[in-house]
């Protein structure tokens, strides 16, 4: 399937039940080494709500590092969307470069989407991703960072740091790595 779907991917990928990974044909996916793609409901204890999602659009890129770990989310890119080695995206979250329709109700109205506003999210190295968040167009987020549980992040944030709430904001810093490590699903 992904071979089809001219999808570049790294040795030992692991696909755990039946991920959508799509690639419009002038876009481009990537996914490094040994990551791991959960899609199955019963494999995830937290529980997963749909199937793994990853889609780049138009020109967009997904770019996934080596050594990440995916449950049950959505990575929807028509600009960009990177995500650094060693990170972990928790169950049912969501994360998007652009706001999927115009802003103009008379576009949205005739299906217009020429005027889309996408702006890369950049994901650092070694981030944890807590289950249910969602992260929106143009956020950066440094390496080591932990994002708390249903957030909902947007913005440029520094590496070490710990973000949660709705908006999320910076509650504290790590004081150091988060320990890297293989991914298990």
């Not at 967009?60 to 990440?68: E, F, K, P, W």
């Not at 167009?137 to 590496?159: L, P």
Request: aromatic share 8%; hydrophobic share 40%.
């Amino acid at each position: 399937m992904l071979k089809m779907n001219k999808v570049k991917y790294g040795k030992g990928l692991k696909l755990v039940g039946w991920p959508f990974i799509f690639r419009f044909s002038q876009a481009s996916l990537e996914i490094g080494e040994d990551c791991a793609i959960n899609s199955n409901f019963l494999s995830n204890l937290i529980g997963l709500y749909q199937r793994t999602i990853i889609i780049a659009r138009d020109k967009g890129t997904v770019r996934i590092g080596s050594h990440v770990g995916i449950s049950g989310s959505t990575l929807y890119a028509r600009e960009l969307i990177e995500v650094g080695d060693y990170s972990v995206i928790g169950a049912n979250c969501k994360i998007f470069d652009n706001d999927f329709h115009s802003l103009n109700p008379e576009e949205r109205k005739a299906d217009i989407y020429d005027h889309l506003v996408t702006r890369p999210v950049k994901i650092g190295k070694n981030v944890f991703i807590g289950c249910n968040c969602i992260i929106l167009k143009g956020t950066v987020i440094g390496d080591n960072c932990i994002i708390g549980a249903g957030s909902v992040v947007h913005g440029t944030f520094e590496s070490g740091s710990v973000i949660a709430g709705n908006p999320a904001k910076v509650i504290k810093k790590t004081g150091g790595q988060i320990q890297e490590g293989n991914v298990e699903l």
